[in-house]
């Protein structure tokens, strides 16, 4: 992606697990997102896979949910939400 790193609040995407890019795209929206930074992303059809691989990149509070987080648009099937922790130096203060 062509931002700076932790330079996001927020990253949506959607069906990223289907790509064979999808978990370098996971890494780089880890990357670019900024201490406690979100990322919503949202796969049409069955269960989300990408759970270990968030786990693997970094990512903390992972939830999986069926239904669509985008109100009242129902294309959506399944999504995750995923967050971005604080470094460790802010933790041992």
């Not at 330079?7 to 370098?24: A, F, R």
């Not at 979100?38 to 786990?55: E, N, Q, T």
């Amino acid at each position: 992606l062509p931002f700076p790193d932790g330079s996001m609040d927020i990253i949506i995407t959607s069906n990223l697990d289907i790509q064979p890019e999808g978990k370098d795209a996971f890494r780089e929206a880890f990357r670019v997102l900024k201490p406690k930074g979100r990322l919503i992303s949202a796969k049409w059809g069955s269960p989300y896979p990408g759970i270990d691989v968030l786990k693997k990149v970094g990512f903390t509070n992972i939830q999986k949910r069926i239904g669509t987080p985008f109100g009242p648009y129902s294309g959506f099937n399944w999504f995750l939400m995923a967050s971005k922790p604080l470094p460790e130096s802010v933790h041992q203060e």
